[in-house]
């Protein structure tokens, strides 16, 4: 199992999983269908499928373009707002691509809706991954958008969690950010530390910083570890699903303090978001 990272737009990651055997590929929300189909095109794959992690435009909006230009082309999701979805998929439903084997996890927390993927190959030294879009990223996780702080929290702590401590494949480049806010959580946590000055180097190299493994995050991510003490006494809470939520409203203004966005900016991202309804055509 070969995975192809692509950057694309302002911080997203695209990504194009290659079964080696038989030179088929899956897409993993395109955002951006003519950079994916220059890589298919300098691999030699067969693309057959494209997994969304959800709906939000910058996962989701190539799907219709490269639907058009792949005809009979799979574009598969746990959501009906998915652009251009094919078969809507449950959660606990696996899949096959060649050696390749997918099980879909439904993980709401930033959307209802959104589903990530673990893809291990059986008999195969390369470990596991799983693919978690805005579920889970580099030391921390989406934005709450639409679901209760529990159902987060059984996301990344049972869906998430429970998986082999191997290979993270995120949706975003948030690392540097979620690594400073993981150090104004736990200011004491080496681990913390050290990724953060791993992550500034790799900025300054232009390089990305995915993936990460599930047994780092757990070292670093605070949203991994509602359960510590110290993450708890940061938020004064004790419930793991009120530590969550005090976390994801703290993380929300330490990023706002971070980067103020204009009025014009913030329609438009409620707008792509989904938060806003576009007018009615008559």
Not at 200 to 206: G, I, V
């Amino acid at each position: 199992m070969k995975v192809k990272v692509i950057p694309v737009l302002e911080d997203n990651y695209m990504y194009l999983v290659i079964e080696e055997r038989t030179r088929e590929a899956v897409a993993v929300d395109v955002a951006v269908p003519k950079r994916l189909l220059e890589i298919v095109g300098r691999e030699g794959v067969s693309l057959t499928t494209v997994l969304t992690t959800h709906h939000h435009w910058d996962h989701a909006r190539g799907n219709a373009e490269l639907a058009r230009l792949r005809p009979g082309l799979a574009v598969l999701g746990a959501d009906e707002r998915i652009c251009a979805l094919t078969r809507r998929l449950v959660h606990g439903e696996e899949l096959r691509f060649g050696a390749i084997h997918v099980r879909c996890l439904l993980t709401p927390g930033h959307t209802s809706g959104h589903m990530s993927y673990f893809l291990w190959e059986e008999e195969c030294p390369d470990p596991p991954a799983v693919f978690s879009g805005d579920a889970l990223s580099v030391a921390g996780c989406g934005l709450r958008l639409e679901s209760t702080a529990q159902q987060m929290y059984e996301s990344l702590k049972e869906t998430l969690g429970s998986l082999p401590p191997e290979t993270v494949f995120c949706g975003h480049e948030h690392t540097l950010g979620n690594l400073e806010f993981a150090q104004k959580v736990e200011p004491g946590n080496d681990h913390v530390r050290a990724k953060l000055s791993w992550a500034k180097k790799r900025d300054e190299d232009d390089m990305p910083t995915v993936p990460s493994t599930l047994s780092e995050e757990l070292l670093y991510n605070p949203f991994l570890r509602v359960a510590e003490e110290p993450v708890r006494k940061f938020t004064g809470k004790a419930a793991p699903a009120e530590v969550l939520e005090a976390l994801c409203k703290e993380r929300a203004s330490f990023q706002r303090a971070a980067e103020p966005v204009q009025p014009q900016a913030r329609a438009l991202l409620a707008l792509q978001w989904g938060l806003l309804g576009t007018p009615r055509q008559k």
